[in-house]
């Protein structure tokens, strides 16, 4: 009987103290720190080229987590010669989300083997052969002289030069990563290599690429 009362005792300390601990080692820290109140806000319209975006998730701790979070990233943004921007979220697929929406025309990058696949696939006719010349009016509704949504003025039937001479290419002014047509770009998903990727310097929204669909095609 005294070892069940002693057995009964010791569970109920142990209960006790896991109970309490948390509270006798609680600091001033808050459970979710919200770093966008101290750090930049930044646009998501992925037109600032030059900066270098970091996406950061809260987590428990002060305002000191941030400061390293900060003299870290500009130490990568030193080294690269680029501005950086904190991008906090609350969870790594609240970054995955912002990831995916911003979106991009596609490059085809040198590992082509020239299989021209991608080319048919194109709904915007902004796929060439290394070499071929290219207009604007090809495959789209666009001719004469226009301007386009970028604030560039060209003539849609004038010839071209081709932006590679060695493998095919993909006009950005005309890639519009196939939204509004199908659910992925379908070079990207032909490719038999995967060289047909983002295009880093080719940063817009999903409203300006579906905006610039409804431009090439006089929607």
Sequence with gaps: MKKVVIGLVVVILSIALLVTLPFM?????????????????????GKDDDTLR?????????????????????????KLNKKVKLIQKKSYSDINLLLKNKKMAIIITDDCINCGACEPECPNNAIYEGADDWRYSDGTALRGNIVLPNGKHVNADEVQKPISDDYYYIVPDKCTECLGFHEEPQCAAVCPVDCCIPDE????????????????HNE
Excluded: C, M, P, R
Excluded at 25 to 45: A, G, L, R
């Design 25 to 45: 080692f609680k600091s001033n820290q808050e459970d979710y720190i919200d770093f966008s109140k101290v750090s930049e806000n930044v646009d998501d319209n």
């Design 54 to 78: 970091i996406g950061l998730i809260s987590v428990a701790g002060d305002n000191k987590s941030y400061i390293l979070e900060k003299e870290l990233a500009n130490y990568i943004g030193e």
């Design 201 to 216: 310097n080719h940063k817009e929204t999903e409203e300006e690429l579906l905006q610039k669909k409804a431009f090439l």
